[in-house]
């Protein structure tokens, strides 16, 4: 029996970005654009799921009074890894996240789960609950990406031209506030609604 | 030549780069820590204190010892162990010889390790290739920045706690909204000085 709801929750009910509240920082910041916020969206999936599975194995060796420095070293050894990767193959994703790949390295989502989730649970939940926070939170940043492309500069993932008269303010810093606080305010309202 | 270019970089930390309204970094505590401005202040406080220290050492390790060793690679890891483990010293530097401060600061001490504004700020430090000194003029105008930005928000929000907000957008989401309109008139900086 393979409990699959350690795979969905991450999606919906315990979405890291809108439920619990982690990792604003790059979610407003690179989130100007679809494709920015995929691309910051999958580099933290990808650190996420790949710390999980190190601080997993390992989670038997690991004393408990040093466990946070030692998830830390985990964590910016796939930081670096994922910052090197991107500047190679992706070098004009690389320049436009700019300092927030390595700043992946302090994004509470992924300590979070390192010491709530990998270091209690085997290998392969933790492989499942990463894959799932991670989408949880590459969907949240590249839905906000959307709107505030397509409100801003007319245009989807850098394709086409849907408004006539963008408005600039969007993909500037204030449009990141207003457009989560929307967001937010929505999801509030549906479940005052819904209860 | 000097003096003016350490103004301009101090400025533009200031008010025309502000790290949590335009750079978008170090916003949990943003948040997390604004319901009043009481609290805000001696967040601000350790902020300031955390940052000039964590620069200072952070360039220094960069420089001197990173860099003869051709281990630039290595900079998320190290820059992240030398602001947690700075934040410790700190605690217990404080708790020994400042015993009220540490009283008022303590709460925040801890918070600020997971800042990303402090990383942030050690980063930039290497990337702009300042000199020490402007390591520092640079580190003293991003938490100035902070203070005004953090404070000037907590007193707007206790205010609208006492306001008729639509149920719905109650607590964070009209917080988002506040920070949008202050992002917005903080934009209004830009060009200042001609930076």
Request: glycine share 8%; net charge positive.
């Amino acid at each position: 029996m393979i409990r699959w709801n350690e795979f969905t929750k991450g999606i919906v009910k315990e979405n890291p970005v809108l439920i619990l509240m982690l990792g604003l920082c790059p979610l407003l910041a690179v989130s100007s654009t679809a494709i920015n916020g995929l691309g910051m969206g999958i580099a933290a999936m990808f650190v996420l799921v790949g710390s999980n599975i190190v601080v997993s194995l390992l989670r038997k060796f690991i004393p408990d009074g040093v466990r946070i420095p030692v998830f830390i070293i985990i964590i910016s050894t796939f930081v670096t890894v994922t910052d090197y990767l991107m500047a190679a193959y992706y070098p004009s994703l690389h320049k436009n996240l700019g300092v927030f790949v390595p700043l992946i390295v302090v994004n509470c989502i992924i300590l979070g789960r390192a010491e709530v989730f990998a270091y209690r649970n085997n290998i392969f939940y933790s492989v499942l609950d990463g894959i799932g926070m991670g989408l949880g939170f590459t969907v949240v940043i590249t839905i906000i990406g959307m709107i505030r492309e397509l409100i801003g500069n007319g245009s989807i993932f850098g394709f086409g031209n849907f408004v006539s008269y963008p408005a600039l303010i969007m993909i500037l810093p204030p449009g990141g506030f207003i457009t989560i606080g929307f967001l937010m305010g929505i999801l509030n309202w549906y479940r005052q609604k819904h209860r | 030549m000097e003096e003016i270019n350490l103004i301009g970089i101090f400025v533009s930390a200031l008010l025309i780069n502000n790290i949590l309204l335009i750079r978008f970094l170090g916003l949990c505590p943003f948040f997390g820590v604004s319901g009043r401005v009481k609290s805000s202040l001696g967040m601000s406080m350790a902020v300031f204190f955390v940052m000039t220290t964590a620069s200072i050492v952070s360039w220094m390790l960069y420089h001197w010892v990173l860099l003869p060793l051709q281990l630039e690679f290595l900079r998320t890891a190290t820059f992240i162990l030398v602001i947690a483990s700075l934040v410790q010293l700190e605690e217990i530097f404080m708790k020994k010889f400042f015993p009220n401060l540490y009283k008022a600061l303590g709460v925040y001490l801890p918070l600020v390790t997971t800042n990303c504004a402090i990383l942030a700020v050690a980063f930039f430090n290497i990337d702009y290739n300042h000199s020490l000194i402007q390591t520092i003029i640079y580190a003293w105008g991003v938490a100035t920045g902070y203070t005004i930005a953090i404070v000037l928000f907590a007193s707007i929000r206790e205010r609208v706690a006492l306001a008729p907000v639509p149920e719905a957008l109650k607590g964070y989401p009209i917080a988002f909204f506040i920070a949008s309109l202050m992002s917005l008139s903080f934009l209004g900086f830009k060009g200042l000085f001609g930076l």
